[in-house]
């Protein structure tokens, strides 16, 4: 007698980026028939998540679409998609004067969504569009995975994709501002910037590239009052160095064991760099490739101090703004209407007239000061520390004692398979987080070349554990 061949049923909770890479890479790495792979996304597409399911045109990719891809390897994949999908044509203002293409950020969504396609017809993977609100250990090494209006799935293994919490506005700005018309606690919210006049005078809260985002898309729609970004250093996000380089420098022989060592090796090299001709971008490409290995070699206190002092220096040369939004930014700078200043807030009041009065506190020389607007829009960043009680599936694996917070309170626990870690050091069964929430284990894993990656290896863990229990070989693209 023939026995009938196990279906194994992977559920993947998040079809942004990282989910849909993991269920793309799964796929390639079972052979055909073994498993069904249900993705659950609100969204209406698979890909897109926070980043690239935009409609806002001036919402552009921060790299040259050549470092875009979901095939590492195939660096022009993406690139070559834009021309013969006609996206590119219909996108003149991607080409930079120097040839560089900065896409859209829906266009890399649809890029996405367009390989994922063929699997969705094949049944291979399935989009549930739903929320999922628990997943819990049934007993058997299975997990039960409850979406809100779907049936519970049975799933033998979970991947967690659910990247990080929206970001947590400052507790002084949301006491006061709570259900002001022009109060915008989360950017990243479509249309949440629509209520804003165009002469109204706007203050950003944070300056990184969702500020970046924020200016580019309220410059678009005819805003041209003053605006400007207050952050407690007052560091904004860098542009690009077009002309390629090489990346610079090497810090995984002998690594840094010091926050404070690696900074020193890390100047160092941009000095060295320059006088050979190479800007500090090229240094800083190196740092991001060699992240994960320069990360692992510093013990948790230096890891700890390097996420509190250097972090905000590391993100706004890390994270560039693509020539487009530079340009809008440089202008706007140039013409007064943006300031960018380096100041703590206070205290804030809302007067009757519905003008907003924030009290800040200066870096430069302590002074507090006070500067009246009509606006304010917090684009602080993800809210890290919070991760656990942002979603209900997540407090209640907490609950249960499956996962906890990272030692350095950037995302989730996870052992060197990037399954979650309980407080009593073993590592959870048949779950994984992929992406940015194992950033605390992994290190640099935000960018989408590493987020790529990451989804690889998840991917590739999952295909294994699969394959073993069923006594098979894994297959490979
Ligand atoms: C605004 C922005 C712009 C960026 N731009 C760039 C760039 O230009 N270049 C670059 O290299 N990197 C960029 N990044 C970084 C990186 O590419 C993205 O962060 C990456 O897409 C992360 O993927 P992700 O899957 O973790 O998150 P997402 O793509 O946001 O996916 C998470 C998904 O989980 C879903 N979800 C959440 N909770 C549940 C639940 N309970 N049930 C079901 N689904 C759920 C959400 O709907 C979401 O779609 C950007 C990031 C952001 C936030």
């Known amino acids: 007698m023939i026995a009938t061949p196990v279906i194994r049923s992977v559920a993947i909770v998040g079809g942004g980026f990282a989910g849909a890479a993991a269920a793309y890479h799964l796929a390639a790495r079972l052979p055909h028939g073994t498993a069904r792979i249900t993705v659950y996304e609100p969204r209406a597409f698979l890909g897109g998540g926070l980043a690239y399911d935009t409609e806002e045109p001036v919402h552009r990719i921060n790299v040259p679409a050549v470092r875009m891809t979901l095939l590492p390897g195939d660096d022009e994949h993406f690139l070559r998609w834009l021309a013969d999908s006609g996206t590119l044509a219909d996108d003149p203002a991607a080409t930079t004067a120097d040839g560089h293409v900065f896409a859209r950020r829906s266009a890399f969504g649809r890029y ?64 006061a501002l709570e259900g002001h018309p022009r109060y915008v606690p989360d950017a990243t919210v479509p249309g949440a910037l629509s209520p804003i006049r165009s ?11 969702t500020a970046a985002d924020v200016i580019a898309v309220l410059d678009a729609a005819g805003h041209r009052g003053a605006i400007a970004a207050v952050s407690r250093r007052g560091l904004r996000s860098r542009g690009h160095h077009l002309p390629p380089q090489e990346p610079f420098g090497e810090f995984v022989t002998s690594p840094a064991r010091s926050a404070r060592s690696l900074l020193r090796r890390v100047r160092r090299a941009v000095a060295e760099a320059a006088a050979v001709g190479v800007t500090w971008h090229a240094v800083f490409d190196r740092l991001r490739t060699q992240g994960s290995d320069i990360w692992r070699a510093l013990p948790v206190i230096e890891q700890r101090r390097l996420v509190r002092f250097l972090r905000p220096y590391w993100d706004v040369h890390r994270f560039r703004i693509a020539p487009q939004v530079e340009a809008v930014i440089e202008h706007r700078l140039a013409a007064g209407t943006l300031t960018v200043d380096a100041a703590a807030i206070v205290g804030v009041e809302r007067q009757e007239t519905g003008e907003i009065a924030v009290r800040l506190r200066q870096r430069r020389d302590g002074k507090t000061v006070e500067k009246r ?77 590493q987020v790529t990656e990451h989804a690889i290896f998840v991917a590739e863990q999952v295909a294994r554990d699969l394959m073993r229990a069923d006594g098979m070989a894994t297959s490979s693209r």
Not at 159 to 171: C, D, G, K, R
Not at 199 to 209: Q, S, T, Y
């Open 112 to 175: 996405v969504a367009a390989q994922l396609e063929p699997l969705l017809a094949s049944g291979v993977v399935e989009h549930r569009k739903a929320r999922v609100r628990a997943v819990a250990p049934v007993g058997d090494g299975r997990w039960r995975v409850e979406a809100e209006g779907c049936s519970t799935l049975l799933a033998d293994v979970v991947i967690v994709a659910t990247t990080h919490p929206s970001p947590q506005a400052p507790a002084a700005l949301a006491r």
């Open 199 to 209: 002469g109204d005078r706007v203050m950003i809260v944070g300056a990184g590239l």
């Open 373 to 449: 607007c009509d606006a304010v829009v917090v684009t602080t960043g993800p809210g890290h520390s919070g991760v656990l009680r942002s979603q209900p599936f997540l407090a209640g694996l907490a609950t249960a004692g499956v996962l906890q917070l990272d030692t350095v309170g950037l995302g989730i626990a996870v052992d060197d398979s990037s399954r979650p870690l309980a407080a009593d050091g073993r590592s959870a069964q048949a779950l994984y987080i992929a992406g940015p929430l194992a950033r605390g284990t992994f290190g640099e894993l935000m960018g989408l070349p």
